[in-house]
């Protein structure tokens, strides 16, 4: 389920055969465009900056719809924050992070998705970014909080507002709904209406189980009465993948619970290492732990 990130075929063949295909054949039409859209195209891996803190991950087995997943902690389990990477990423890119909620007294909980990092299947999607958080949950109990980037962002808040008890969200560069992803996916490659029409409808089909509802479910703007907790969401204003706008859509949904930082020149990958994002991020963390002590 992926931002508007264009596949590896040339755009314009894959608009030249979808964009008339989905005028004869939508149901043919949508099975492809959902095929491209569900597929990341390559798996990120681990950066040397982040080599030492990843081998010090104890690594543990999950399995989301007969997928093999592999799990990550840092530390313990005790007190735990829960960390969920974006769209063709991986645990480790939190690697700068770690040692930070560490020194606080904080273990690190990780998984890399279906389809990325050193996890089976081929593909993925939000529902199952938020299956396998409650799945992390049930072993390690409520977290201290969430962390989350990109496309985890809005597993994060779908999670939450399903269960998944945290004191803090912090979400950096975040999706605020999930119908964002087919409208971007098909502008990014030049997809008609047609074709976004029929990708959303296999999206219900397939990842919502037919639910049409499953849109609202994961649309965090619409659920802010359910996700009852203090957010700080950072964002960069030259951010070309996710729009800024999709932030400051959170900051009028959450109004005062949310802390909005804006940033300039990170973009949308490089943020979520940034030293100042990190030192941003552990301190809304401690600020809850003084809170939680008080």
């Known amino acids: 389920m992926a931002p508007a990130q264009a596949p590896m075929a040339p755009k314009a063949l894959i ?3 979808l964009n008339p295909a989905a005028r004869i054949a939508p149901g043919a039409a949508g099975r492809a465009a959902y095929q491209l859209f569900v597929h990341p195209l390559r798996r990120s891996r681990v950066r040397p900056s ?6 010090r991950a ?13 799990g990550y902690r840092w530390g313990s389990g005790e007190r735990p924050v829960l960390l969920l990477h974006g769209w063709r990423s991986r645990a480790s890119r939190y690697a700068p992070l770690v040692p930070r909620l560490q020194e606080l007294g904080l273990s690190a909980v990780s998984f890399d998705a279906p389809g990325h990092g050193d996890s089976g299947g ?8 938020r299956e396998l958080a409650l799945r992390l949950q049930e072993r390690y109990g409520p977290f201290e909080a969430v962390v989350a980037h990109s496309l ?18 912090a979400a950096v560069a975040g999706v605020s709904r999930v119908g964002f992803f087919p409208a971007a996916f098909c502008a990014g490659l030049g997809l008609n209406a047609e074709v976004e029409g029929a990708l959303r409808a296999r999206i219900e ?52 619970r949310l802390d909005l930082v804006v940033t300039r020149g990170l973009g949308h ?13 552990a301190g809304f963390l401690a600020a809850g732990l003084e809170v939680a002590a008080g």
């Open 15 to 17: 608009r030249t055969v």
């Open 50 to 55: 982040e080599a030492e803190v990843h081998r």
């Open 58 to 70: 104890v690594t543990e087995r999950l399995t989301v719809n007969g997928k093999p997943v592999v």
């Open 122 to 129: 081929r593909t993925t999607g939000v529902p199952e970014f």
């Open 152 to 169: 985890g962002v809005c597993a994060a808040f779908g999670a939450l507002a399903d269960g998944l008890r945290a004191g803090r969200l």
């Open 205 to 256: 089909r397939e990842l919502f189980g037919g639910d049409a509802g499953g849109w609202e479910r994961y649309d965090a703007a619409r659920r802010a009465a359910e996700v009852d907790l203090p957010v700080l969401v950072v964002h960069d204003e030259d951010d070309d993948v996710v729009p800024l706008g999709q932030a400051h859509r959170l900051r009028r949904a959450y109004g005062e």
């Open 269 to 281: 990958r490089r943020i979520i290492a940034e030293p100042t994002v990190v030192d941003r991020v």
